[in-house]
Structure formats: C-alpha cells, structure tokens
Nanobody, 116 residues
Framework: QVQLVESGGGLVQAGGSLRLSCAASGSIFGRYDMGWYRQVPGKQRELVARITRDSNTNYADSVKGRFTISRNNANYTVYLRMNRLKPEDTAVYYC??????????WGQGTQVTVSS
C-alpha cells in the first residue's frame, strides 16, 4: 500500500501564495507520476497539475503561469507552489500518485481557502 500525506493548505488573501507538499510512503513500484487535483462541493475533481516520472509537467489552463509543480524523488515528495491566488482557487486539494503498474493512490486532501 501507498500512503500520501498532504500539508500546506490554509487561508490566504487573494494575491497571496501557498506551497502544498505531498509525501509518499509505502510500497511504490517502479517509476511513478504524481499530481495535484482539486474539488469543490458539487463539482467533479479536476486536474490542477501533473508531473510525470520523467519530470514532464502539464497544468490546467486556469493555473498556468501561477502554479508550479515540482518533485523530489529522493524523498518521494511532490510540491505545488501557488502564486497570485484567486478566490476561485478555493477547493480541497488532493495529491495523486500512479505507479508503474497503473495503481492509483490519493491523499486525504488539504483545504485551500482564498479570501477576496
């Protein structure tokens, strides 16, 4: 099993910044992709940013130029740096990992609230 633990969420004013972290532990097989998704009540979970096992990245259009995803393979951690936050970024942010066998794992989520 793989465990993902997120941290770094909180309350911030519009225009501010936060950095989310997600630490993975457990039986991670082979190389793996990681990503961040977010969800608001009544809506589907959506991709925010993803970083592949080769460190290729892709972002939702709504966050391009403001958010940066990165990873540290030495300690199985992925980060999401969020700048120029907007009230519409308010959501629960979830960390995701997919291993070489296409097993998919989720963190418990961390709340990000951006006040106007």
């Amino acid at each position: 099993q793989v465990q993902l633990v997120e941290s770094g969420g909180g309350l911030v004013q519009a225009g501010g910044s936060l950095r989310l972290s997600c630490a993975a532990s457990g039986s991670i097989f082979g190389r793996y992709d990681m990503g961040w998704y977010r969800q608001v009540p009544g809506k589907q979970r959506e991709l925010v940013a993803r970083i592949t096992r080769d460190s290729n990245t892709n972002y939702a259009d709504s966050v391009k130029g403001r958010f940066t995803i990165s990873r540290n393979n030495a300690n199985y951690t992925v980060y999401l740096r969020m700048n120029r936050l907007k009230p519409e970024d308010t959501a629960v942010y979830y960390c995701h990992l997919e291993d070489s066998y296409y097993h998919s794992y989720w963190g418990q989520g961390t709340q990000v609230t951006v006040s106007s």
